[in-house]
């Protein structure tokens, strides 16, 4: 791996020691400068977990990704720099369901630094900028979003948040502190890219976080929220999904189905 040109790609130039305010640092350009998207799964381009290809798919053809490609890469990011980390295994909170889904459809990071835990994890749809402090019942506020988390048993821990007044909490998912390798999550990788039952495999979407709000693309619509108002601009077919998907994403997945 380049780190420079990955530290490039972030539009990031500051410290590189191992320490929480570089970790912060880096975290936030992470997920401002790089898209989480499913788009390989939608347009038949097998996802592997393989490091070298999530670098090169992220860096070199300046693209985005989901929890195992992103929080892959970023992985391998904070080893390069001399960071203390490990992956975690998630379960996500399916809002219609009103319940967990399985465990190992989402990988997070965890960081030990100065004998404290951080909760880091630049690969969710709609992640949180900056790394979340290990603690539990202790609201964590970062741009006007309210983190808490709760532990459900001896081994579960829920990650919620609030986008008002922080009395009212969503799950966002829950994990364990277990250690886990990247090749534990294979058999979820390859549900999310093969199973209808799979989110990312129903719909296609591709989002990125803004100082300001956050612009998100799916096929009908193209969502741009600046200061919490919240513009709607309609994709009319494929062609204009593409259009958009370069406008604002900087990248075209038909021009690369062609190459």
Known sequence: MDLQKYLHRIKYD???DATLATLS???????SHIPFENLDIHYKQWISLDHDKFYAKIVDRKRGGFCYELNGLFYEVLQTLGFETY???CSVYIQPLQNFGPYFAHVALVVEYKHEQWLVDVG???SFPEPLKLEFEKPQKLDGVIYCMQRINDTEISLNRSFDDGETFTPMYKFTMKPRKLSDFQEMCTFHQTSEQSPLYQKKLCSIAKSNGRITLTP???IITEDNKRTEIEVKDEQDFQQKLEAYFGFQMIAQNQS
């Not at 640092?25 to 997920?31: E, N, P, T």
């Open 14 to 16: 500051g410290a590189l």
């Open 124 to 126: 969710f749809g709609s």
């Open 87 to 89: 992956f975690i295994a």
């Open 220 to 222: 009908n619509h193209l």
């Open 25 to 31: 640092k880096l975290h936030r350009a992470h997920v």
